[in-house]
């Protein structure tokens, strides 16, 4: 019921703040995984468009200018929020680090924003930056650090929602809805009258120095002094690492994890009812997604599209993270978290531009999560340096535990994509009948790791075991590359990447997502028995005996195994030379499935050994998809 009460309440909460920010809330992933239990994470990513010749910095400079405050006034809410929170873990001394949370208003914060953007446009600011974990004192010190100067503040002008509050309290309060801003003296009547056209406190609360120390003054005595640049750059620890035990340098054998005696199709049910992959319909449709008008493609399929008005161009977002990858193999993790955003905003037809970043850990004070979080960063980057994606910001969530219980390694990515042409998409559903369907890729799926592997394998706490397969960076960009090329000439009519639940779970949200079923083989996917002989080059990478041979004899392996850089697309028939010489041209294994038609998800092999294959409608399936997440939540 706690598990409930919070995923309600947080979804809730996102809603209701976006909404009336006039924000939509367009992509976004949800997981359930017992570390969590403890402490549930909560990433947020936001994007926005400036023009170039209007970008502020929040670099403080000009000896002499003001320091303004503006917006909602300060209170204790926050006191002791992320600023105390980020370094504590939560035991049975939990009252007494209980922060007091801070007190959103939505409708304040939009009128803020009109605010900042009035300003901004009036050229009436000389940096600005938002106040957020230690309030004012993180704002001022940074801006300060960044300009090479100093600021003096007077915590005893900044306007309170509550009386004798303590400087040392106004100085970390985590209230929001606030901006600190430096202004040249001749500029403040201006922006004084746009914050009282839009009802907001705006007060003069210091002053740039030449000093590069954050001095606070309260009552007209200095009660704190301190070189910026120490506040705001602080030392690189040397953390030593320990591997963790669970860690593995080899996957599991399927040997001894023999197949289960249920049906593909129970099995198929099953995954498609998990709360980790079912429809999240019920949470985005409290979201606001298509204020402004600019959403092409909406929540539910791999990544966001949203039109930039006035130019034709697009952009795509997505989220993307697994704990239990990471967890398993941070380094692996962490290249595949952002290997996996990547390709979803590749799948609607975007090139990756840039990624942001929340890295959810545990205590680095000890050694196995040091080197979680090592690991985890070292894969990114090796990701992002071969994507061309950089990092261009980010968030650090550290010491998630709860009596030493620590939550999965999570790492989460946010990924942006361009497109010249935002009518040239692609979406996740089937299209048409008669539709050709193709497997791009031929990374071999394993049940380490997988969504399969914990409902199936995992007993009664679902702990995952053995090493995720490793992402070929060279097959991936080649893979992105040719997804991207294909949908900019209208060659695609769907595309999907597979991810949790396997390839099967992907055929079959691209079945729900177009309300149409689909008549596959498997004959020609290499690692079932196809033509190709890729599975020949598969077997080294790890060999074990699950590549040993095809997977014909582990159909569900085939089926529900899971491995990156592997994209469901389908075709129009007339197509098909095309899209074959594409991929044939790029290095990029394609392999042939079936046709798009009819009301059932059909799947068939040759090889399949001691296995019919799977039949199971797509009314059935939708039935299921639809409803789980409200059945977990109790409804």
Avoid at 70 to 99: C, H, M, N, W, Y
Avoid at 254 to 273: N, Q, R, W
Avoid at 322 to 336: I, V, W
Avoid at 347 to 361: D, E, R, S, Y
């Amino acid at each position: 019921n706690r598990q409930r009460y919070l995923f309600e309440q947080v979804v809730a909460g996102i809603g209701g703040y976006g909404n009336c920010m006039g924000i939509p809330t367009v992509a976004g992933e949800v997981y359930f995984e017992d570390p969590y239990a403890g402490n549930c994470l909560v990433n947020a990513m936001t994007v926005g468009l400036v023009d170039h010749d209007q970008i502020i910095r929040s670099k403080a400079a000009g000896v002499g200018n003001h320091v303004v405050l503006f917006g909602s006034k300060t209170g204790r809410d926050g006191i002791g929020g992320a600023s105390v929170l980020a370094s504590q873990v939560f035991d049975e001394t939990l009252e007494e680090k209980r922060p007091s949370v801070q007190v959103g208003d939505p409708f304040t914060e939009k009128k803020l924003l009109e605010a900042c953007l009035e300003l901004l446009s009036a050229d009436l600011l000389v940096a600005l930056q938002d106040l957020g974990a230690a309030g004012i004192t993180s704002s001022s010190s940074e801006m300060a650090a960044k300009g090479e100067v100093g600021i003096d503040l007077h915590a005893d002008r900044v306007p309170l929602r509550e009386a004798d509050m303590e400087p040392w309290e106004i100085m970390i309060s985590e209230s929001q809805e606030r901006m600190l801003c430096i202004v040249a003296p001749e500029c403040w009547e201006g922006l004084k009258a746009v914050c009282d056209r839009w009802d907001l406190d705006a007060t003069i609360v210091g002053e740039v120095t030449d000093t590069k120390h954050l001095r606070v003054f309260f009552g007209g005595e200095m009660v704190g002094d301190m070189d910026a640049e120490a506040l705001a750059e602080p030392p690189t620890y040397d953390i030593p690492q320990e591997r963790p035990a669970h860690e593995v340098d080899r996957p599991l054998d399927p040997v001894d994890y023999p197949a289960p005696s249920a049906s593909l199709e129970d099995i198929l049910v099953d995954l498609i009812g998990s709360p980790n992959i079912a429809s999240r319909r019920w949470v985005w449709q409290q979201y606001d997604h298509q204020v402004q008008l600019n959403t092409v493609i909406v929540p539910g399929g791999d990544a966001a599209l949203l039109r930039i008005k006035r130019t034709g161009a697009g952009i795509a977002v997505c989220t993307d993270g697994n704990g239990r990858q990471t967890f398993l193999d941070p380094y692996r993790g962490g290249k595949a978290a952002v290997c996996e955003a990547a390709r979803n905003v590749s799948c609607v037809g975007a090139k990756p531009i840039a990624i942001t970043n929340c890295l959810n850990f545990g205590n680095p004070d000890n050694g196995p999560i040091a080197y979680q979080l090592a690991q985890a960063i070292e894969g990114m980057a090796q990701a992002c340096e071969a994507l061309g994606t950089p990092v261009i910001s980010g968030n650090v969530s550290l010491y998630n535990e709860s009596f030493e219980q620590p939550i999965y390694p999570t790492a989460v990515v946010g990924m942006l994509g361009v497109m010249d042409d935002v009518t040239a998409n692609c979406t996740v559903a089937f299209k048409d009948e008669g539709d050709l369907v193709y497997l791009l890729g031929d990374a071999v799926p394993a049940l380490d790791g997988s969504e399969y592997q914990k409902r199936w394998y995992g007993g009664a706490r679902g702990r995952p075991a053995g090493r995720i397969p490793d992402v070929d960076l060279g097959a991936e960009v080649a893979l992105q590359a040719v997804l991207r090329q294909a949908i900019a000439v209208r060659l695609l009519r769907s595309a999907h990447d597979c991810s949790d639940g396997g390839l099967a779970v992907a055929l079959a949200e691209s079945c729900l997502a177009g309300k149409i079923g689909v008549v596959l083989t498997f004959d020609e996917v290499p690692w079932v028995g196809g033509r190709s002989g890729c599975a020949a080059s598969a077997v080294g990478a790890e060999g074990h005996s699950m590549v040993a041979g095809p997977l014909a004899a582990r159909p569900d392996l085939a089926l529900f195994g899971e491995t990156p850089t592997l994209v469901v697309v389908s075709i129009a028939p007339a197509d098909a030379d095309q899209l074959e010489e594409l991929c044939e041209a790029a290095g990029v294994p394609c392999a042939r499935l079936g046709t798009v038609g009819g009301r059932e998800l059909v799947m068939t092999s040759n090889g399949f050994a001691g296995s019919a294959g799977l039949r199971v409608s797509v009314d059935a399936l939708d039935a299921v998809y639809e409803s789980a997440l409200r059945r977990a939540l109790g409804e």
